[in-house]
């Protein structure tokens, strides 16, 4: 049997199975929205409890002396979130070849209505470690440490992405904010 741990607010929990429904009762609201926030809130309930599953699963491999119960949580909604994607573009690929035309209606643009369209544009251009990185120290507030954690990298990496990933973004955005500025003619 895993040894128990205990969560950032002192609750017993993860190591055994009956005790990890006090992880998801804690963290599944805020793991949800963060998938919503990502993808859409169509697919949000899926991809999170997908995730919860996956740890779940691998609950005994959870390391306290690594990070919070938190952020390891969402090295599991990234990869899921990641694993979705994939999913949706073999799909619109595979309907492509056929010649069929996706139903933009039932699985509408991961981030349409979420974001402005450039700035959608701009992290549809980063690359998918750097838009990891970026969105989680953006939209689930994670340190740099928890980030680190929750994708398993080191935590010089996590700066290294994110610095760069501002920097494209504001390449992007600010070449694009002076395009529409230059109208005087």
Avoid at 57 to 66: A, G, L, S, T
Avoid at 147 to 172: E, H, I, W
Wanted: hydrophobic share 40%.
């Amino acid at each position: 049997m895993a040894r128990p741990v205990v969560t950032e607010d002192g609750e017993v929990a993860i190591g055994e199975p009956d005790r990890f429904a006090a992880v998801f009762d804690r963290y599944y609201a805020e793991i949800r929205s963060y998938v919503a926030r990502r993808l859409s809130v169509a697919v949000a309930d899926d991809i999170t409890a997908n995730a919860f599953l996956a740890a779940y699963r691998k609950r005994d491999r959870y390391d306290p002396r690594q990070g919070s119960v938190r952020s390891w949580l969402y090295g599991f909604a990234t990869r899921e979130i990641g694993s979705h994607r994939r999913a949706e573009l073999r799909r619109y690929r595979a309907l492509a070849r056929l010649g069929a035309q996706p139903d933009h209606a039932a699985h509408p643009d991961p981030l349409a209505g979420e974001l402005d369209g450039r700035l959608a544009a701009a992290l549809a251009r980063l690359s998918t470690g750097d838009r990891h990185v970026l969105l989680l120290v953006a939209l689930a507030e994670l340190n740099y440490a928890e980030v680190a954690q929750a994708l398993g990298l080191p935590y010089g990496t996590v700066c290294s992405r994110l610095n760069r990933a501002r920097r494209q973004l504001r390449a992007v955005l600010g070449a694009a904010e002076n395009h529409d500025g230059d109208s005087d003619g």
